[in-house]
């Protein structure tokens, strides 16, 4: 019985998960946005083996690193530039939107690699700059075992330096190599030097690494790995120029870096901070588990002189915590993705955020979580928390305050590493993890997605000032199927109250997004937004909202989208991103998706369902997702309901498996007369002893009846003609 119902409770565990999971996201139906927008690649050139990465942006193009080329992408058409180089003092251009063929000559000449002509890429691309590896270098590529798809130079890093130079780096076919080119006075780039990628981007695409520039420095951060096999990760500093040295990660010690995947960088003053997971070093003794991390190095780190070595002495490490509350909290371990940095302000106080993607281990069932983080909350933990140590192998991991930490404290931006007592020195060479989790800014997740179909795999936010002057962060995710999702959290402060806008499909073969950018631009002295989504093989560019296909004042203002307004005067629902709006123009209700402005104004689109979408555009309705007591009433509720269902079900099967004496039988009536017929069974089977009452222990014997059956069959006697049989298959 216990087998039993340990079998029925994991199917009913199973299955009424999956309807708890799947039930919140059944209405999430996506629209197909496949023909919306503008598309860099045709279907044609998509091979799933381009690896495009968005490498730089400004207001009117950006360079897109891809396979044996960079290639400069105008924003307005989302086409490949190349420009031919004009006669002396005529510039000419042939794209029609380009009034001035000079002043654009002048914003993208940071960007543009080769000449100087405009031409549009509907079939097949244009590349701005080739750069492939070498026959030396593909040979050593495929001797090594790769694929000819990967022996090819993927660009990953691009970025500007003073003086019209330019630092250039791809994996040109598994041997990292970096470029400085230089913009001669004919607009020509001439290669200045080269010298080794490695340890600045990975030998394998596909692998996980993140790159900045500081150009007051002329240094290079990297997170990556440094060997072919990808086993050799590191934080890394790359000098260009100047005395500086080069200092990377402890090498082979997993307190410090342990099978990481590297998510992104940021520069912060006078450090820079790294975002990654890894498999956590104080979770050994319990198990395996993986922890998201951010990281920080100082720029004025000189390195470890007392042993010698080019390691960090400023590298320091915190966990991040995105969960959902409670006696036992519901985290969301794997961090995936990150926005850029986000400042807003409120009540005027400006707070910067990083906000981020998480997911469940994918061993578990399946669920993405968005978690923002504060980077003052982050400096003040970095600044004063404690450490936590173990001082061997086996025992456990605990915390060191500031009274007993060494001066001056390990981590500090403001130390001379070079003058650092010994005491200090071996602390850092030994401990690098804070005991303090770097805490959810909103206490909770500000979305959590269930779906079994899909993750979160891309993350955008821009900011959006509304009619009544409060400002909203617009959150853009992409999926691993291909689809956006818009939440908008129309709560104020610290609270969280998201609302899903809309979720889009953009690509036909459901393949994941890899990068997703809010784009803004001003065309014809008019500001917009659009959002650039990048794929391994595609570009696509796509409005950031559709307040247009809103025809009526209600329909408007229940999209709770920032971006939208009902206008009074035009009776049109429009737009802006500048945040110019006149309150006593336009109607908008971000918070509730109801304005008083609206109440007398009805159209055929109000309808019955107010919040309907047109045909123009029919997006998915807003509606609330799920809140952390949602989460943990689900999973309690799920889990108290299968365990009784299972007990039931259990049950009854254990009851129909009684063995058949022990409970009455379809055929005891028979059974009865068959035992009532004594004196019968004995006049067919007088040659067959039966025993008699035994008066002194009054015990009746009775012959075995398969003994009687088996007599009967050696001397050819007959059972009678209601004696029973019972057959038994094995």
Same mark, same amino acid.
């Given at each position: 019985?216990h087998r039993k119902f340990g079998y029925y409770y994991w199917i009913t565990i199973t299955v009424m998960f999956t309807v708890v999971y799947t039930w919140p996201t059944a209405s999430k139906t996506p629209i197909d946005g496949v023909n919306v927008g503008r598309t860099l690649f045709p279907t044609a050139l998509r091979?799933?083996?381009?690896?495009?990465?968005l490498l730089s942006q400004d207001n009117h193009t950006i360079v897109v690193g891809t396979k044996n080329a960079m290639l400069n992408v105008s924003l307005s058409t989302l086409s490949v530039i190349k420009l031919t180089r004009p006669a002396p003092g005529k510039p000419q251009t042939t794209d029609p939107a380009l009034a001035d063929a000079q002043l654009w000559r002048q914003a993208s000449a940071d960007l543009v690699l080769m000449d100087y002509y405009w031409q549009t890429c509907n079939s097949c691309p244009r590349l701005t700059l080739e750069w492939s590896p070498t026959a030396d270098d593909v040979?050593?590529?495929?001797?090594?075992?790769?694929?000819?798809?990967?022996?090819?130079?993927? %660009?990953?890093?691009?970025?500007?330096?003073?003086?019209?130079?330019? %630092?250039?780096?791809?994996?040109?076919?598994?041997?990292?190599?970096?470029?400085?080119?230089?913009?001669?006075?004919?607009?020509?780039?001439?290669?200045?030097?080269?010298?080794?990628?490695?340890?600045?981007?990975?030998?394998?695409?596909?692998?996980?690494?993140?790159?900045?520039?500081?150009?007051?420095?002329?240094?290079?951060?990297?997170?990556?790995?440094?060997?072919?096999?990808?086993?050799?990760?590191?934080?890394?500093?790359?000098?260009?120029?100047?005395?500086?040295?080069?200092?990377?990660?402890?090498?082979?010690?997993?307190?410090?870096?342990?099978?990481?995947?590297?998510?992104?960088?940021?520069?912060?003053?006078?450090?820079?901070?790294?975002?990654?997971?890894?498999?956590?070093?104080?979770?050994?003794?319990?198990?395996?588990?993986?922890?998201?991390?951010?990281?920080?190095?100082?720029?004025?780190?000189?390195?470890?002189?007392?042993?010698?070595?080019?390691?960090?002495?400023?590298?320091?490490?915190?966990?991040?915590?995105?969960?959902?509350?409670?006696?036992?909290?519901?985290?969301?371990?794997? %961090?995936?993705?990150?926005?850029?940095?986000?400042?807003?302000?409120?009540?005027?106080?400006?707070?910067?955020?990083?906000?981020? %993607?998480?997911?469940?281990?994918?061993?578990?069932?399946?669920?993405?979580?968005?978690?923002?983080?504060?980077?003052?909350?982050?400096?003040?933990?970095?600044?004063?928390?404690?450490?936590?140590?173990?001082?061997?192998?086996?025992?456990?991991?605990?915390?060191?305050?500031?009274?007993?930490?060494?001066?001056?404290?390990?981590?500090?931006?403001?130390?001379?590493?070079?003058?650092?007592?010994?005491?200090?020195?071996?602390?850092?060479?030994?401990?690098?993890?804070?005991?303090?989790?770097?805490?959810?800014?909103?206490?909770?997740?500000?979305?959590?997605?269930?779906?079994?179909?899909?993750?979160?795999?891309?993350?955008?936010?821009?900011?959006?000032?509304?009619?009544?002057?409060?400002?909203?962060?617009?959150?853009?995710?992409?999926?691993?199927?291909?689809?956006?999702?818009?939440?908008?959290?129309?709560?104020?402060?610290?609270?969280?109250?998201?609302?899903?806008?809309?979720?889009?499909?953009?690509?036909?073969?459901?393949?994941?997004?890899?990068?997703?950018?809010?784009?803004?631009?001003?065309?014809?002295?008019?500001?917009?937004?659009?959002?650039?989504?990048?794929?391994?093989?595609?570009?696509?560019?796509?409005?950031?909202?559709?307040?247009?296909?809103?025809?009526?004042?209600?329909?408007?203002?229940?999209?709770?989208?920032?971006?939208?307004?009902?206008?009074?005067?035009?009776?049109?629902?429009?737009?802006?991103?500048?945040?110019?709006?006149?309150?006593?123009?336009?109607?908008?209700?971000?918070?509730?998706?109801?304005?008083?402005?609206?109440?007398?104004?009805?159209?055929?689109?109000?309808?019955?369902?107010?919040?309907?979408?047109?045909?123009?555009?029919?997006?998915?309705?807003?509606?609330?997702?799920?809140?952390?007591?949602?989460?943990?009433?689900?999973?309690?509720?799920?889990?108290?309901?299968?365990?009784?269902?299972?007990?039931?079900?259990?049950?009854?099967?254990?009851?129909?498996?009684?063995?058949?004496?022990?409970?009455?039988?379809?055929?005891?009536?028979?059974?009865?007369?068959?035992?009532?017929?004594?004196?019968?069974?004995?006049?067919?089977?007088?040659?067959?002893?039966?025993?008699?009452?035994?008066?002194?222990?009054?015990?009746?014997?009775?012959?075995?009846?398969?003994?009687?059956?088996?007599?009967?069959?050696?001397?050819?006697?007959?059972?009678?003609?209601?004696?029973?049989?019972?057959?038994?298959?094995?």
């Amino acid at each position: 019985m216990h087998r039993k119902f340990g079998y029925y409770y994991w199917i009913t565990i199973t299955v009424m998960f999956t309807v708890v999971y799947t039930w919140p996201t059944a209405s999430k139906t996506p629209i197909d946005g496949v023909n919306v927008g503008r598309t860099l690649f045709p279907t044609a050139l998509r091979s799933g083996f381009n690896f495009l990465k968005l490498l730089s942006q400004d207001n009117h193009t950006i360079v897109v690193g891809t396979k044996n080329a960079m290639l400069n992408v105008s924003l307005s058409t989302l086409s490949v530039i190349k420009l031919t180089r004009p006669a002396p003092g005529k510039p000419q251009t042939t794209d029609p939107a380009l009034a001035d063929a000079q002043l654009w000559r002048q914003a993208s000449a940071d960007l543009v690699l080769m000449d100087y002509y405009w031409q549009t890429c509907n079939s097949c691309p244009r590349l701005t700059l080739e750069w492939s590896p070498t026959a030396d270098d593909v040979s050593l590529c495929l001797v090594k075992g790769k694929t000819q798809n990967d022996c090819h130079n993927f %660009i990953r890093f691009m970025y500007k330096q003073p003086d019209n130079r330019m %630092i250039i780096c791809g994996t040109n076919a598994f041997k990292p190599l970096c470029r400085q080119y230089q913009l001669t006075a004919t607009n020509d780039y001439q290669v200045v030097r080269e010298f080794s990628g490695v340890a600045i981007v990975p030998f394998d695409p596909r692998h996980n690494g993140t790159a900045l520039y500081v150009p007051e420095t002329d240094e290079i951060y990297t997170a990556t790995f440094a060997d072919f096999s990808g086993s050799s990760p590191l934080i890394y500093r790359k000098p260009l120029s100047g005395p500086t040295a080069e200092l990377r990660t402890k090498r082979y010690d997993m307190k410090f870096l342990n099978d990481p995947h590297f998510i992104s960088s940021l520069d912060d003053g006078d450090s820079v901070y790294f975002w990654f997971r890894e498999a956590a070093a104080e979770y050994n003794n319990c198990g395996t588990a993986v922890f998201s991390r951010v990281a920080r190095v100082c720029k004025s780190d000189q390195g470890d002189h007392k042993a010698d070595a080019e390691t960090w002495t400023t590298y320091i490490k915190a966990r991040l915590n995105c969960s959902l509350s409670g006696q036992v909290p519901y985290y969301f371990n794997e %961090i995936a993705a990150t926005s850029n940095l986000v400042v807003t302000e409120r009540n005027g106080k400006k707070t910067e955020l990083i906000y981020a %993607i998480f997911h469940t281990p994918s061993s578990a069932l399946r669920a993405s979580a968005i978690c923002a983080f504060s980077m003052e909350e982050v400096r003040y933990i970095f600044n004063n928390g404690p450490f936590k140590v173990q001082k061997t192998p086996s025992s456990l991991w605990l915390p060191i305050y500031q009274a007993n930490l060494p001066t001056p404290r390990p981590g500090d931006c403001q130390a001379n590493s070079k003058t650092i007592g010994e005491r200090a020195a071996n602390f850092v060479r030994m401990h690098s993890l804070l005991s303090d989790a770097v805490p959810n800014y909103y206490e909770q997740p500000l979305v959590v997605d269930t779906s079994l179909g899909y993750q979160f795999t891309a993350l955008a936010v821009d900011v959006v000032q509304s009619v009544s002057g409060f400002q909203y962060s617009v959150l853009f995710v992409g999926t691993n199927d291909g689809r956006v999702l818009k939440y908008v959290n129309v709560a104020q402060d610290t609270e969280v109250k998201s609302v899903l806008i809309e979720t889009v499909h953009f690509f036909a073969d459901r393949t994941t997004i890899s990068n997703i950018r809010a784009v803004h631009s001003d065309e014809a002295n008019q500001k917009t937004v659009s959002l650039l989504i990048s794929t391994n093989d595609q570009l696509k560019l796509v409005p950031a909202h559709y307040c247009a296909n809103k025809t009526s004042c209600r329909a408007c203002t229940q999209l709770q989208d920032p971006y939208c307004a009902w206008d009074l005067i035009r009776s049109q629902c429009v737009s802006t991103v500048s945040g110019n709006w006149s309150e006593s123009d336009f109607a908008q209700s971000v918070s509730s998706g109801q304005s008083p402005l609206c109440m007398d104004k009805f159209s055929e689109e109000d309808g019955l369902y107010p919040n309907d979408f047109t045909s123009a555009y029919p997006l998915v309705e807003s509606r609330p997702i799920y809140t952390a007591e949602c989460m943990v009433i689900a999973v309690v509720v799920t889990l108290v309901v299968a365990s009784a269902v299972a007990f039931l079900i259990g049950y009854r099967c254990a009851r129909w498996k009684i063995p058949f004496e022990a409970v009455p039988s379809y055929d005891s009536p028979l059974r009865k007369t068959l035992n009532s017929r004594t004196d019968h069974s004995e006049a067919y089977m007088s040659h067959l002893t039966v025993g008699k009452v035994n008066e002194a222990g009054m015990t009746m014997t009775y012959p075995d009846r398969r003994s009687e059956k088996d007599l009967l069959t050696v001397k050819n006697g007959t059972l009678p003609r209601d004696y029973k049989t019972k057959k038994v298959y094995l």
